[in-house]
């Protein structure tokens, strides 16, 4: 019983806060234990996920063109389960905790279509009418005021659609909330907005930012469980190998998903001292590393398709990439994609 109720508080505690390493252990070998109790915590993450949580985790920084661009303040854009409860009683507490979190982060946030003085700034002769307020969005996502920052540009966007700077100041936004909130539905429309309204903008964006509105459009057919799913194999601090493997065996369908957590078991691979990390060709040994301990089949399949893919794209070693491509097509869940990749390669040969 106070096994079940200490879970039951680092459950909640870790929705918001990073919890200590001693208390993630304990958590993560409860939850092994207790199937149940590890479908509720992924349920009541994709409840918190579906409203602002003030300081969500960071993954990365991903906006250093973007920093550039406003230190500028001119010119153009350089970069191209069902739910089962431990407790009902415990389980509304948490909804309604993040429901609250929500309610007072909007009411108490500044109205965005009236701007103060702190979000305007002083004006600048010639500059856009959002160079100031990216400026502030810039100071807030440092202070990791994220949901802030998303309101305070979002609603300068509807101000200001056809502003000089308002694809990237788009594009801006679809990162907060991708990469910063982990708000994916909102991302989803950020970026099918960047394409459809800011399509120069969108074609200077960096291919990986590019690639989101594909991942996102994949992981949409799902309801974005697959990359909640993924963020929480990312926090996993007891086992994450093999919360990624599960990631990879969960979606088959979903291919955007599995090369990010086969990549996610590469860099953890290296961080781990495994590989040398100053090889030129670490990615590759990491994964084959990663392969060399995994046991399901399918995981094994996927990382061998994305040494292919970085054979392919990175090195430009056609022979190495289309052995790695052969081994994925063996299984069934790559086949297709694995036979793609060699359809690929054997048109960029006969040219």
Sequence with gaps: MLRRRKAEGLMAQALY?????????????????????????????????????????????????VRTRIEEETGTPEWRPRFRLVTAVASLALIAMAAGLAFLKVHDAPDPGRL??????????????????????????????????????????????????????????ADIAFARLHWYEQAHSDYERLFQEY??????????????????????????????????ARANRLDPMGALARVIVTYPNQAYVRSQAAMEMARRTIESGAVDPASPDALVQALRHAQKEAADPMVVAQLSYQIGHLYESEYREFDKARDAFL?????????????????????????
């Design 327 to 351: 081994q994925a097509s063996q299984h069934p869940a790559l086949q297709q994609q694995a036979r793609s990749a060699l359809a690929r390669l054997d048109a960029a040969a006969a040219q």
């Design 17 to 65: 806060e990073p919890l200590s390493e001693q208390d993630a252990a304990f958590l993560e070998s409860y939850v092994q234990a207790h199937p149940g109790a590890r479908e509720e915590m992924l349920a009541l993450r994709r409840v918190v996920a579906s409203v602002p949580a003030e300081r969500p985790p960071l993954n990365t920084d991903l906006l250093p063109a």
């Design 199 to 232: 399509h120069q903008t969108w074609l200077g964006a960096p291919a990986h930012l590019r690639d989101r509105r594909d991942l996102l459009a994949e992981a949409r057919l799902v309801q974005f469980r697959s990359l909640q799913d993924l963020d929480a």
């Design 116 to 173: 103060t003085g702190m979000e305007t700034g002083a004006a600048v002769p010639g500059a856009s009418a959002l160079a100031a307020v990216l400026t502030h969005t810039d100071a807030l996502v440092k202070a990791g005021n994220y949901a802030d920052a998303y309101k305070t540009l979002s609603g300068a966007l509807d101000r200001f659609p056809d502003a000089p700077d308002a694809g990237e100041a788009q594009m801006l936004l």
